[in-house]
C-alpha cells in the first residue's frame, strides 16, 4: 500500500492571468506537513512538487500519479492556482504557460481539463483519491485579495467517483482568496494548521480522515473570513480515506481541544477559564504554552472581529463626512465589505446601529447596499466570472454604474394595469439586485390580479400585459447595462437550442440554467452571469422549465 503525492502550486502567469504569489508557498506547506513521519507519513520520494509548471509537464506528472496503482494506494492532487471555466461551464486548472485570447476567453490548449483528470481518475485502479482544489469556482472579488478563479462549475460532476473525496476552498458561487500580505492562502493555511497540530483528529484516534480534515478547516475559514465556504464531495468511502497522522495522548494537542470546547462567541467564560487552568495543571503545561495555544485557537475568531471593528469604524466615518449616505459612498462600503471577507448579514447589525437607531436619512438603501464595487484596477484584473465577461467589459460595466447616482425621472414607467414600478426602477438603480429581484415578482403577480405567494398559470404567462412586461423588463436591461433582463434570457435560451413552440425541451432547459447559473446558488452580484436575473418570479410556477418556455414567448410576441 503506496501513498503518493502530487503538489501543484501555481504563481506565475502568461499576461493576463493574475500573479499568485502564495501558491508556490501553499504547495511547499502541503509538502512540509505530508512528508513529515508523525503527521502526513508520505515518504519524500513518493512526493512530486511542481512549481509553476508547463502544461505538459503537469498533464504528464498527473497521468503517472493515476497510473499503474494498486486498489489500496492513497494517491492525493493537490493544486493551488488559478481556475478557469470556459463558455459551457467546464472546469480548467492552469499552469504558467496558460493565457487568453484578447476578448479574455481561455486558450483552452493552454490550460488542463478537469476531464481529462477525471479520466486519468476513472482509469486507475486506487480507490482512495483526494483531490484539494485551492481555487475559486466563481463569484466575489475584493481588493487586496486575488481571485483564483472565473465562474461556476459542478466540482462533484467533473471530479466525484469512487472513493474519492474533492475538497475545494470555496462553493461553486464564491471566490476562494489569497490575501496580500499573509504567506498562504486562507484555506491551504488552515488545512496545514489541522494536520500540523493533529487538531483536525476530531475523534481522537490517532489518524486525520478527509471529513475530518475538511470539517477542521471549513470551520477555521469561516470563523475568520464567514464569506468563504469551503466544500467537500466524496462518494462511498471517500469520506473517511485517511490522511495524516495525529499523536495521542499529546498535553497539548488535548488542551488544545479543550480549549476549543469552552470557547462561545470568541470567547471564554470565567467558567470556562477555571475549567481550562485545571487542564493546565494536569497536563503540565506552563503558563507560556497555554497562552500560545489559546492565541492559536482564537487568531480567526480575532480576525474576524477587527474587520468587523474596522468596518465599523469606516461606516462611522462615512456617517460624520455626509449627512446623506451618496450611491457612491455606499459602494465604497460594500467594496470594503467584501476586502474584509464578510457577508451581508454579518455587517447588517452594525448597520442597524449606527444607522436605524438614529433614523438616519439613507437606511433604506444602505440596508443592502449595492453588489458592484470594484475599482477599475481591480475590474482590470478580474477574472471574468461568467464566459462572456472580459475584463476590460467589466471596466466599462462600472464606468456606467458610476454614472448613475439617482432615479432616473424620465423612465417609462407604463403599466396596462395601474402597476406602480417606482420602488422596481430605485431598487435597479441602486444595484440591490436582490430586492429588485423580489419586487419584480411583486408587482407581476400583481399585474395578473393576484397576491404575494400566489402561482402563474400559463395562460397568465402567455397573457400577460405587453406594457407592463415591457416596463420591467427595459428597467433591468438599463440599469444592469444589458446584463440581466426577461429578453436577455429569452436569447440565452434560444441561443442553447431552445424553441418558444410551447413544447417543453428538457435538455434546452438544462443548458439555459448552466448558461445563467442556475444549476447553483443565486448570486446577487453584477458580475455573475449574464442573464442570473431575475429569477424570484420563476419560483412560482408548477413547472421551471414550462414558465420559462411561456415569458419567453410571451416576450418574443410582444416585441421585446
Known amino acids: ?14 499576461p493576463g492571468l493574475n500573479q499568485l504569489a502564495g501558491a508556490v508557498k501553499d504547495m511547499e506547506a502541503m509538502q512540509r506537513v505530508l512528508q513529515h513521519p508523525e503527521m502526513g507519513g508520505f515518504a519524500e520520494s513518493e512526493i512530486v512538487v511542481m512549481p509553476n509548471p508547463q502544461r505538459q509537464d503537469m498533464e504528464n506528472a498527473i497521468e503517472k500519479l493515476f497510473d499503474n496503482r494498486q486498489k489500496d494506494d492513497l494517491l492525493l492532487l493537490y493544486f493551488s492556482g488559478h481556475g478557469i471555466t470556459d463558455d459551457s461551464g467546464k472546469l480548467y486548472l492552469t499552469n504558467s504557460q496558460t493565457c487568453k485570447y484578447d476578448n479574455g476567453n481561455l486558450i483552452k490548449t493552454s490550460a488542463t481539463p478537469a ?41 462533484n460532476q467533473q471530479l466525484g467517483g ?103 462567541d470568541g470567547k471564554i467564560s470565567p467558567t470556562g477559564n477555571r475549567i481550562l487552568k485545571r487542564y ?135 403599466s396596462e394595469k395601474g402597476i406602480d414600478y417606482t420602488r422596481l426602477r430605485d431598487l435597479l438603480t441602486a444595484h440591490n439586485w436582490k430586492e429588485a429581484d423580489k419586487e419584480t415578482y411583486e408587482v407581476m403577480i400583481k399585474a395578473v390580479g393576484k397576491k404575494s405567494g400566489d402561482w402563474f398559470t400559463s395562460d397568465e404567462l402567455l397573457n400577460f400585459p405587453c406594457k407592463d412586461l415591457r416596463t420591467i423588463d427595459q428597467l433591468w436591461e438599463k440599469y444592469s447595462n444589458g446584463r440581466f433582463g426577461f429578453s436577455v434570457q429569452k436569447e440565452i435560451y434560444l441561443s442553447v437550442g431552445g424553441k ?24 446577487y452580484d453584477i458580475f455573475t452571469r449574464r442573464g442570473h436575473l431575475p429569477y424570484d418570479t420563476f419560483r412560482f410556477v408548477g413547472s421551471v422549465g414550462e414558465l420559462g418556455i411561456f415569458l419567453f414567448s410571451r416576450i418574443e410576441t410582444c416585441k421585446l
Open 1 to 14: 500500500m503506496a501513498r503518493i503525492a502530487l503538489l501543484i502550486g501555481v504563481s506565475e502567469y502568461e
Open 115 to 155: 476531464s481529462l483528470i477525471h479520466e486519468f481518475m476513472e482509469n486507475s485502479r486506487s480507490q482512495r483519491q483526494v483531490i484539494i482544489l485551492d481555487a475559486c469556482f466563481s463569484g466575489a472579488f475584493a481588493e487586496g485579495m486575488k481571485a483564483k478563479d472565473d465562474s461556476s462549475v459542478e466540482i
Open 162 to 264: 469512487k472513493g474519492r473525496a474533492v475538497l475545494t476552498s470555496s462553493s461553486s458561487i464564491e471566490y476562494s482568496f489569497e490575501q496580500a500580505g499573509e504567506e498562504l492562502s486562507v484555506y491551504t493555511r488552515y488545512i496545514v494548521n489541522g494536520i500540523e497540530t493533529g487538531a483536525a483528529d476530531t475523534d481522537n484516534d490517532g489518524l486525520i480522515s478527509v471529513d475530518e480534515l475538511h470539517e477542521f478547516a471549513r470551520k477555521k475559514v469561516q470563523e475568520s473570513a464567514p464569506a468563504m465556504n469551503p466544500k467537500i464531495y466524496a462518494v462511498e468511502e471517500g469520506f473517511k480515506i485517511k490522511v495524516a497522522k495525529a499523536p495521542v495522548g499529546n498535553p497539548k494537542l488535548k488542551y488544545r481541544k479543550e480549549v476549543e470546547k469552552y470557547l462561545r
Open 280 to 414: 493546565q495543571n494536569e497536563l503540565g503545561l506552563s503558563d507560556d504554552e497555554v497562552k500560545e495555544i489559546q492565541n492559536e485557537v482564537l487568531e480567526p475568531i480575532r480576525r474576524y472581529q477587527a474587520n468587523l471593528k474596522e468596518y465599523e469604524e469606516a461606516l462611522r466615518e462615512a456617517l460624520e463626512y455626509e449627512t446623506t449616505l451618496s450611491q457612491f459612498t455606499q459602494n465604497e462600503l460594500k467594496h470594503f465589505q467584501q476586502l474584509l471577507q464578510l457577508r451581508d448579514e454579518d455587517v447588517e447589525p452594525i448597520h442597524d446601529r449606527l444607522i436605524l437607531s438614529s433614523n438616519h436619512p439613507s437606511e433604506q438603501t444602505i440596508i443592502a447596499p449595492p453588489q458592484t464595487t470594484q475599482p477599475l484596477e481591480l475590474v482590470n484584473s478580474h477574472l471574468g466570472s461568467e464566459p462572456n465577461t472580459t475584463a476590460v467589459e467589466a471596466g466599462e460595466i462600472i464606468k456606467s454604474f458610476s454614472n448613475i447616482q439617482a432615479p432616473i425621472q424620465t423612465d417609462d414607467l407604463a
Open 500 to 523: 418558444l413552440d410551447g413544447d417543453y425541451d428538457p435538455e434546452a432547459w438544462r443548458g439555459f440554467m448552466g448558461q445563467v447559473g442556475w444549476n447553483d446558488s443565486i448570486t
